[in-house]
C-alpha cells in the first residue's frame, strides 16, 4: 500500500522569502508524484506531476519539486512567496498496476501562510 | 468549456435522510472518484470508477453509493447509514489511471 507523509501541516513564510513543503512517499513499486494548491471552498488545482522522467519537474506560479528517490522525498519549493500562494497544499502519490490501479493518495495537507 | 460540475455547492440535510451529490464532466475522461475532505485529515477516496457501469469502493465507503450509468455522470448518494456525513466533498475525474485528476469546485455538506 502507498503512503504520503507532509511534514508540518501549517509554514508560515514572509513575503519574498523561500517556501518549502515537504512530503515523503511509500511505495513497493515507482510512484507518480503530485502536488495540487487548494483554496477555501474550492476545489483542488494541479501544479505539477512527476512521472518518471526528469527528476526536477517545474510547475505553474513558479513552483517546483524535486524528485528523490534515495530519500523517498518530492518536497516543493518556490524561491520567492507571493501573498497570493497563501492556500492549502497537498502531495499526491499514484502507483503503476495492482490493486492501487488509478488511486490517489493524498497526505494530510499543509496550510501555507505569507506575512506582507 | 471543459471542466467538472458539482452540484449543489452547498447541501443541508436532516438526519436520517438520503442525499444525492451531483458530479458531470464534459472532459471525456474514462476515470472518476469521490473524495471526502475533513480539516487535517487531507482527502480520502469513497469510491472510483474507470469506466461505464463499474466502480470499485475507496477507504471509506461505508455508508456511501454511487452509480456510473453514464461516462459523464457519477452522483454519490450519502445515505443515512454515514455517521459522520458533515464534510465537504470532492468529485474528481482523470483520463486514464495515474494521470492527473481533475477536480470539480465541491460540495459542502451540513447535517442539522
Known amino acids: 500500500a502507498q503512503s504520503v507523509t507532509q511534514l508540518g501541516s501549517h509554514v508560515s513564510v514572509s513575503e519574498g522569502a523561500l517556501v518549502l513543503l515537504r512530503c515523503n512517499y511509500s511505495?513497493?513499486?515507482?510512484?507518480?508524484l503530485f502536488w495540487y494548491v487548494q483554496y477555501p471552498n474550492q476545489g483542488l488545482q494541479l501544479l505539477l506531476k512527476y512521472t518518471s522522467a526528469a527528476t526536477l519537474v517545474k510547475g505553474i506560479n513558479g513552483f517546483e519539486a524535486e524528485f528523490k528517490k534515495s530519500e523517498t522525498s518530492f518536497h516543493l519549493t518556490k524561491p520567492s512567496a507571493h501573498m497570493s500562494d497563501a492556500a492549502e497544499y497537498f502531495c499526491a502519490v499514484s502507483l503503476a498496476g495492482g490493486t492501487s490501479y488509478g488511486k490517489l493518495t493524498f497526505g494530510q495537507g499543509t496550510i501555507l501562510t505569507v506575512h506582507p | 468549456d471543459g471542466g467538472i460540475t458539482q452540484s449543489p455547492k452547498y447541501l443541508f440535510r436532516k438526519e436520517g435522510q438520503n442525499v444525492t451529490l451531483s458530479c458531470e464532466q464534459n472532459?471525456?475522461?474514462?476515470?472518476m472518484y469521490w473524495y471526502r475532505q475533513d480539516p487535517g485529515q487531507g482527502l480520502r477516496l469513497i469510491y472510483y470508477?474507470?469506466?461505464?457501469?463499474?466502480?470499485q469502493k475507496g477507504d471509506i465507503a461505508e455508508g456511501y453509493s454511487v452509480s456510473r450509468e453514464k461516462k459523464e455522470s457519477f452522483p454519490l448518494t450519502v445515505t443515512s447509514a454515514q455517521k459522520n456525513p458533515t464534510a465537504f466533498y470532492l468529485c474528481?475525474?482523470?483520463?486514464?489511471?495515474?494521470?492527473?485528476?481533475?477536480f470539480g469546485q465541491g460540495t459542502r455538506l451540513t447535517v442539522v
Open positions: 470508477s474507470q469506466i461505464v457501469n463499474d466502480f
Open positions: 472532459l471525456n475522461h474514462d476515470a
Open positions: 474528481a475525474s482523470s483520463i486514464r489511471e495515474n494521470t492527473e485528476a481533475f
Open positions: 511505495s513497493s513499486v515507482p510512484p507518480y
